[in-house]
């Protein structure tokens, strides 16, 4: 199974630039919890994303003021991604070996034109690649902080 197969295409995209207040927004008008952050609108290059636990770790819980923050401070960046044409089996082993679940699918020419969650495996990958990618994407991180500072290995 290809990973265009399993994706949700189009996704919603901010910018870097993009205000904190407009991407809780699109979380909302998008019943999302996560939106790749790429270079600009016509480029659609993938550089981070954001999700609505990384505002909440990164800005809330450190007693930042969000509405005076955009998308880059408080994003996972560079991202993970992966080609659309890819695998589902080489999709499950980037999340796994990145611990991320969400993998924003770009391209040929290296655009944002899907992204694949732990619930598109779910409800389209099959029992087996949900349980596998669930039990290595949740076992606990080494680390003891919240959320990671570490980057992000960006595969394709």
Same mark, same amino acid.
């Given at each position: 199974m290809k990973v265009q197969a399993i994706m949700t295409p189009n996704p919603a995209c901010c910018t870097p630039d993009t205000s904190l207040r407009e991407v809780a927004e699109m979380f909302v008008d998008?019943?999302?919890? %996560? !939106?790749? *952050? /790429?270079?600009?609108r016509e480029s659609l290059k993938p550089v981070g994303i954001i999700t609505d636990r990384d505002i909440a #770790?990164? %800005?809330v819980a450190k007693g930042? =003021? +969000?509405l005076e923050l955009a998308a880059r401070d408080c994003m996972? &960046?560079? &991202? /993970?991604?992966?080609r659309?044409? +890819? &695998?589902l089996t =080489? #999709? !499950?082993? +980037?999340?796994e070996a990145n611990r991320v679940r969400r993998v924003i699918v770009v391209d040929e020419f290296d655009r944002c034109c899907g992204? *694949?969650?732990q619930a598109d495996i779910a409800l389209r990958g099959g029992k087996r690649a949900t349980a596998e990618v !669930?039990?290595? *994407?949740?076992?606990?991180?080494p680390s003891s902080s919240a959320v990671s500072e570490r980057p992000l290995e960006t595969r394709h």
């Open positions: 998008h019943d999302c919890g %996560a !939106l790749p *952050v /790429v270079e600009s #770790c990164r %800005a930042r =003021n +969000a996972s &960046s560079p &991202s /993970v991604t992966i659309e044409d +890819a &695998s =080489n #999709c !499950l082993e +980037a999340m992204i *694949v969650s !669930l039990r290595e *994407v949740s076992e606990p991180m």
